[in-house]
């Protein structure tokens, strides 16, 4: 039974601390609210545990202390009110680092797992320490770990100035997503980052001319909660970081500081340098499990202060549910849980201004105690519905581990999904596979055929052909297969199905001709991307063709598997600048219709599908070829859209463009052609002499007809 006996020294540190407390007694203190909270004369703590029958607070000088400078005994009967245990000390301070012990039964058979040798994290902790001894075994093996332990940091949040700063509200019909990783954004030795802020808030903040550059609007960041970076394999990182401990706290490795409030600072002068640049940000947020794994797994916080609470668990009651793939599942729809999850949310748009979600594996949150889904789950609604999060961005990974898969019918009316048939079909139509050009049509319009039955705006569907999990958007283009021998899995783990197509090379090649049809094949997706109804998504480092060597799971790889060459941004210049002129059009999209149901939209679109003649598609399983024209901006432009994923050119007669007021068809972009030719500033675009138009193989032509701007001849 772990915590049964403890050696004469444990004992003797506790009776040390007793003659401590006797010195500075601490007071009753509050249920509420919850964590530590700082009041000016001292620090209030509060945490939950329904089934505890003692619980201890134990202060420490530094995070790597082997033992706690004080540890305080809340009797239950002063300490206690309902299921909250409270003190308050006076004296303590921001800065101050502690833990818990709880005390209570071993028995995994009814699911309770307490420990008392084993030192918790608050869960709500806003800040946490990592000992340079951290072991993830210590916490798992029998004994007394508060050596090696994570430990929380009692935090003031309002003792940092914002200087006016806000969450930017921006619209979704003009947002940009890119998808990024703190750490592998600048932690390239090639990024021109100092050695210090390589890999951090702050190295972002010296990148931010970049994105603002290349014409992004919002940054998506990989889970930025502190996680334990030792969930992985032997011998690995767990570098994606989908493995939290706490849902409050930034991670500390991503600050260039080492004082234990330095993560809290560095990552809100990140949001701030953000917002001053005209970008939001959007956290990748993971309330679907912990790092605390599976039955064998450590003991961190959760498991430790109330496991049947925290956790859903199997009908054999020693054993987690794992709708995850990560050995837990959280118990999303308890209320205690429900309450942690929309207290952290709250505090991260009103304490850090944070301007949205991305709900990793959100469908895990509408399954009951059994697993079941939910029609209406209490999380998801109690989300929706919450006053400070009204505005904020919240955009659901619509489906799980488990093979529960809602896109297209997760609940709620603000939500916004990754629509992953938007990246599957998408490739499958640019790789030539049958029956694809009816997909790819509904997806251009913002997917009606998902989403129209909701009445929801096209903004519902966030558009990706890519994401961090899968290839990178090079690796489309450059692989069949995927290769993830140095996850150390054999090979097995990742995805098989990627609808990839390497162009006739598996991986890099010399070949100039599969070079240029690489290339042509990165714009196109890029190009549809980008002028679909919907949110569009892009990848870190997909402008400069960044490659993982064909792995399509790189969570393990914190190493240049994973991180930013920015010396592609100079060997792939022309996809770099098509992405840039490309975002630089997008974001002054026409927003007059951005609340209007995608249907009702379409219905009011003067919208006209083409084949190689005029008002003749071809939906035939065997095409693979379609255009479309679309009047726009209350018919003052129109744009013709030709996708030719045909392995031959096409010849396209073009509708008459001349309607006596304004002149002939102008290239806008030809993903054939070379720099600068493939795109082309707006107002440069030139004219067209002719009435139809040779879309080459595997290509995407965009015409205009503008009645507003100036003509340049061909």
């Avoid at 930013?564 to 026409?590: G, I, K, Y």
Wanted: proline letters at 7%; a negative charge.
């Amino acid at each position: 039974m772990p915590g049964a006996m403890r050696d004469g020294s444990a004992l003797q540190m506790d009776a040390d601390a007793g003659r401590a407390d006797a010195a500075c007694p601490p007071a009753r203190g509050a249920a509420a609210p919850l964590g530590a909270i700082p009041t000016g004369q001292g620090t209030n703590f509060s945490v939950f545990s329904k089934h505890a029958t003692g619980i201890e607070l134990l202060l420490f000088d530094r995070a790597e202390d082997a033992g706690p400078a004080r540890v305080i005994r809340l009797d239950p009967s002063t300490h206690r009110t309902y299921h909250y245990w409270h003190v308050f000390l006076p004296g303590v301070t921001a800065g101050q680092v502690y833990g818990f012990r709880a005390e209570g039964p071993w028995d995994p058979a009814h699911g309770l797992r307490f420990d008392r040798d084993k030192l918790l994290l608050d869960p709500y902790g806003r800040a946490v320490v990592v000992p340079d001894r951290y072991s993830r075994d210590d916490a798992r093996k029998p004994g007394d770990d508060c050596t090696a332990a994570m430990k929380s940091v009692v935090v003031d949040p309002g003792s940092y100035d914002w200087e006016g700063d806000a969450p930017l509200r921006r619209s979704s019909a003009q947002t940009i997503v890119y998808e990024m990783h703190v750490r592998g954004f600048t932690r390239h030795p090639s990024s021109g980052v100092g050695e210090k802020t390589r890999g951090t808030f702050a190295g972002l903040i010296e990148k931010i001319p970049y994105l603002q550059e290349l014409g992004v609007t919002a940054v998506e960041l990989l889970p930025v909660f502190q996680f334990d970076a030792q969930d992985c394999p032997p011998g690995k990182v767990n570098y994606w970081g989908y493995a939290p401990v706490s849902f409050f706290a930034p991670h500390a490795a991503y600050s260039s500081r080492s004082d234990p409030l330095g993560p809290l600072d560095e990552f809100r002068d990140m949001v701030k340098a953000l917002h001053r640049g005209g970008i939001e940000v959007i956290l990748d947020v993971v309330f679907n499990h912990t790092a605390e794994g599976d039955h064998n797994g450590p003991t961190l916080c959760f498991r430790g202060l109330d496991n049947p609470t925290y956790y859903l668990l199997e009908d054999d009651r020693s054993r987690y549910a794992n709708y995850t793939g990560t050995g837990n599942t959280l118990n999303a729809n308890h209320p205690v849980v429900r309450r942690m999850i929309v207290d952290s949310l709250r505090y991260w748009v009103e304490t850090m201004h944070v301007d949205g979600f991305r709900f990793d594996l959100a469908s895990v949150l509408s399954r009951d105690t059994s697993g079941h889904p939910i029609p209406n789950a209490p999380i998801l609604w109690d989300i929706e519905t919450e006053p400070a999060l009204a505005g904020t961005k919240l955009i659901a990974e619509a489906w799980d581990a488990a093979g529960l898969y809602q896109v297209g019918s997760f609940v709620g009316d603000s939500w916004k999904e990754w629509n992953g048939r938007f990246r599957d079909d998408v490739r499958a139509f640019f790789r030539g596979e049958p029956g694809s050009v009816t997909q790819i049509a509904d997806r251009i319009l913002g997917s009606p055929e998902i989403y129209g039955h909701e009445e929801r705006e096209a903004e519902q569907s966030v558009n990706f052909v890519t994401c961090h999990d899968g290839f990178t958007l090079n690796d489309v283009v450059s692989y069949d297969r995927k290769h993830n021998e140095a996850n150390g899995e054999g090979n097995r783990d990742g995805a098989d199905d990627n609808r990839s197509w390497n162009c006739g090379v598996e991986g890099p090649t010399d070949d100039s001709a599969i070079e240029r049809l690489r290339n042509r094949q990165v714009k196109n997706f890029l190009t549809v991307t980008m002028l679909s109804l919907g949110v569009p998504m892009i990848t870190m480092g997909d402008e400069a063709r960044r490659t993982q060597s064909g792995n399509n799971n790189a969570y393990c790889q914190d190493n240049e598997t994973s991180w930013f060459d920015w010396t592609l941004v100079e060997t792939h210049a022309d996809v770099h600048r098509f992405v840039t002129v490309l975002n630089t059009r997008r974001s002054l999209r026409d927003v007059t219709y951005e609340r209007m149901p995608l249907r009702q939209l379409l219905r009011q679109a003067t919208m006209t599908w083409h084949g190689v003649t005029p008002e003749q598609p071809d939906w035939s399983r065997d095409s693979h070829s379609i255009a479309v024209e679309a009047k726009v901006e209350q018919g003052r432009l129109r744009i013709y859209l030709i996708l030719n994923a045909y392995w031959k050119p096409l010849r396209f007669e073009l509708p008459p463009a001349n309607d006596g007021r304004v002149g002939p068809w102008r290239r806008w972009i030809d993903t054939s052609l070379g720099p600068p030719c493939d795109i082309v500033e707006w107002n440069l675009a030139p004219t067209l002499s002719e009435s139809s138009y040779l879309a080459e193989a595997r290509s995407v032509v965009v015409l205009i007809h503008d009645a507003g701007e100036p003509t340049q001849p061909s």
